[in-house]
C-alpha cells in the first residue's frame, strides 16, 4: 500500500521511497536500544539529518503540567484516557502550541477523522468551525527533529516547512521514515495506547476535511457518526 498523510489544508505527504531507508535504520535502532543507547544519543550519530538546538520554552510553558489526558469516546458507551506526557524538550514550540489548544478546548469534542491502521490516527480539526477559522492559518515555526517518530509518538501534520497549526497524528508504528521529513514528536502515549489503536478506522480516509473546516461536528455527527472522539482533552 502507497502510504501518504494528504491533509488538504494542512497537508503533508509521505514518500514511499523512503520505507527502504527506514527499514534500513530500525534494527539498528533496536541494537541500540538493546545496548542501553539513549535516542537522543543516537541523534549525533547520523541517523537523522536534522540536528539543531531547539529554542527554550518560555517560562509560562516551564511552569505549566505537561501532562494531557484525553478523554476518548471509542464508542458512544465505551469511553477511556489516553494519557500523553509532552517533552519540551524534544519540541518545545509545538509543545507550547499543543497546550495553549488543549487550554482553549480546541480539541474537546474533535473527531478523529483519519485512521490508517498499521499506521497513524489523525485528529486536531475542531468542532466548532469558528475555532478551525482561527487557527487553521496560524503557523508555528518548525522545532528540529530531536526524537524518532517511534510508535506512540504525538506529532503535528504539516504541509511543509514550518506549516503547523492543529492537525496531529499519533504512530501506531515505528514511522521512522517520517523523521528526515521533519516531523518532530512532542510527547509520547504512557498510558491507553491501546485505546487510541482502537478508534473507530471504517470510514478510512472518506471524510472531506475542507467540510470539516467548514461545517465542524455537524457534518461529522450526520455523515460519518461512528467516528471516535474526544470527548474533553485536560492538561495536568
Known amino acids: 500500500m502507497v502510504l501518504s498523510l494528504l491533509l488538504?489544508?494542512?497537508?503533508?505527504?509521505?514518500?514511499?521511497?523512503?520505507?527502504?531507508?527506514a527499514h534500513a535504520v530500525?534494527?539498528?535502532?533496536?541494537?541500540?536500544?538493546?545496548?542501553?543507547?539513549?535516542?537522543?544519543?543516537?541523534?549525533?550519530?547520523?541517523?537523522?539529518?536534522?540536528?539543531?538546538?531547539?529554542a527554550k520554552p518560555t517560562p509560562t510553558l516551564a511552569a505549566d503540567g505537561n501532562t494531557v489526558t484525553?478523554?476518548?469516546?471509542?464508542?458512544?458507551?465505551?469511553v477511556k484516557d489516553v494519557v500523553i506526557t509532552l517533552k519540551p524538550e524534544w519540541a518545545p514550540i509545538g509543545v507550547e502550541r499543543f497546550k495553549q489548544l488543549v487550554a482553549e478546548?480546541?480539541?474537546?469534542?474533535?473527531?478523529?477523522?483519519r485512521v490508517v491502521p498499521g499506521f497513524i490516527c489523525?485528529?486536531?480539526?475542531?468542532?466548532?468551525?469558528?475555532?478551525?477559522?482561527?487557527?487553521?492559518?496560524?503557523?508555528?515555526?518548525?522545532?528540529?527533529?530531536?526524537?524518532?517518530?517511534?510508535?506512540?509518538?504525538?506529532?503535528?501534520?504539516?504541509?511543509g516547512p514550518n506549516t503547523r497549526t492543529s492537525q496531529m497524528f499519533i504512530n501506531y508504528k515505528d514511522n521512522l521514515f517520517l523523521d528526515k521529513q521533519g516531523f518532530a514528536p512532542?510527547?509520547?502515549v504512557v498510558q491507553g495506547l491501546g485505546v487510541a489503536e482502537s478508534v473507530y478506522s471504517g470510514?478510512?480516509?472518506?471524510?472531506?476535511?475542507?467540510?470539516?473546516?467548514?461545517?465542524?461536528?455537524?457534518?461529522?455527527?450526520?455523515?460519518?457518526?461512528?467516528?471516535s472522539y474526544i470527548k474533553?482533552?485536560?492538561?495536568s
Open 70 to 78: 484525553f478523554s476518548v469516546a471509542v464508542t458512544e458507551n465505551d
Open 122 to 159: 489523525q485528529f486536531g480539526i475542531a468542532g466548532d468551525p469558528a475555532l478551525n477559522g482561527k487557527y487553521r492559518n496560524a503557523r508555528i515555526a518548525d522545532d528540529p527533529v530531536k526524537e524518532f517518530n517511534s510508535r506512540g509518538t504525538l506529532v503535528f501534520a504539516t504541509s
Open 8 to 21: 488538504w489544508s494542512s497537508a503533508f505527504v509521505l514518500q514511499p521511497s523512503l520505507l527502504a531507508a
Open 232 to 235: 474533553k482533552a485536560k492538561l
Open 186 to 188: 512532542i510527547g509520547e
Open 26 to 54: 530500525r534494527p539498528l535502532c533496536a541494537a541500540m536500544q538493546a545496548a542501553g543507547i539513549d535516542r537522543r544519543m543516537a541523534m549525533g550519530l547520523g541517523l537523522s539529518g536534522a540536528v539543531a538546538v531547539a
Open 105 to 113: 478546548g480546541f480539541y474537546d469534542e474533535a473527531r478523529f477523522f
Open 203 to 227: 470510514y478510512g480516509e472518506k471524510p472531506s476535511q475542507p467540510r470539516i473546516q467548514k461545517e465542524g461536528n455537524e457534518y461529522l455527527k450526520s455523515e460519518f457518526p461512528k467516528l
